[in-house]
Structure formats: C-alpha cells, structure tokens
C-alpha cells in the first residue's frame, strides 16, 4: 500500500488494488488470462490541512463522490466518484486539495533542497 498503485500481472498472476488486496471482481476468459476494471480515479489524500476542504467537497457534491475510506493509521483519506463523467482529481483542483501524490512530491522537493543547502535531519 506504499506506493498507492494497482499492480497488474503481465501473462500469470493477480491483479492487485492500491490497498495490496487481491481484486475479487476479475473474469477469467481463459487460461493466465484477466480481465477487470480498475478505478484510476480512486484519490489518495493526507489529513493535514485538508480535512474542512474535503468536508465541504464532500458536502456539495454528494451522490457523485465519496469517502470510501479513511486510513487513521496513515492520516489518509480515499475519494471516488460514484457518478459517470465525475472526476475526484478535478474536483480536488477546484477546492485547492492536495492528493497525497502530491502532497508527497511536495515534501520530496523540500528535503532535497534542504539537503543541496546542506541541512541535516
């Protein structure tokens, strides 16, 4: 569940959701053959400084996104769209909502720079 990515077996194998659970909903035409869909939309964030902005979301777009899941563990909420044509990543442009890609990026960039400015941790 690190990366946050499906993982899809090329020719033998499981396909894989971005939670490292085995997808259930998977036909099996033939032999080392899968078929399933996948939703690429599904939309990782972290609660730090999102959590009105996600609620407010949440609030003015109900019956086309939810909260499928939160991650306390990990500080993390998880959005999807449950009407066609609606997008989580858009609507988190919109709001000003960091997904945890890049909420991930944007700390990555801070530490190298601190590390070329020499800076230790």
Not at 43 to 61: C, D, I, P
Not at 87 to 102: A, F, G, K, W
Request: glycine content about 6%.
């Amino acid at each position: 569940m690190i990366h946050n990515y499906n993982i899809v077996a090329v020719g033998w194998g499981n396909i894989i959701d971005v939670f490292g659970h085995d997808l259930q909903n998977v036909e099996k035409p033939r032999p080392q053959q899968f078929i399933a869909t996948l939703d690429l939309d599904r939309t990782l964030m972290h609660f730090n400084f999102n959590e009105a902005k996600v609620q407010k979301m949440l609030g003015e777009h109900r019956g086309e996104i939810e909260l499928e899941k939160t991650l306390p563990m990990e500080s993390w909420y998880v959005l999807r769209a449950v009407k066609a044509g609606v997008r989580v990543r858009d609507l988190c442009r919109s709001y000003q909502i960091e997904t945890l890609r890049e909420y991930r990026e944007r700390s990555r960039e801070k530490l190298n720079e601190a590390r070329v400015n020499g800076k230790k941790f």
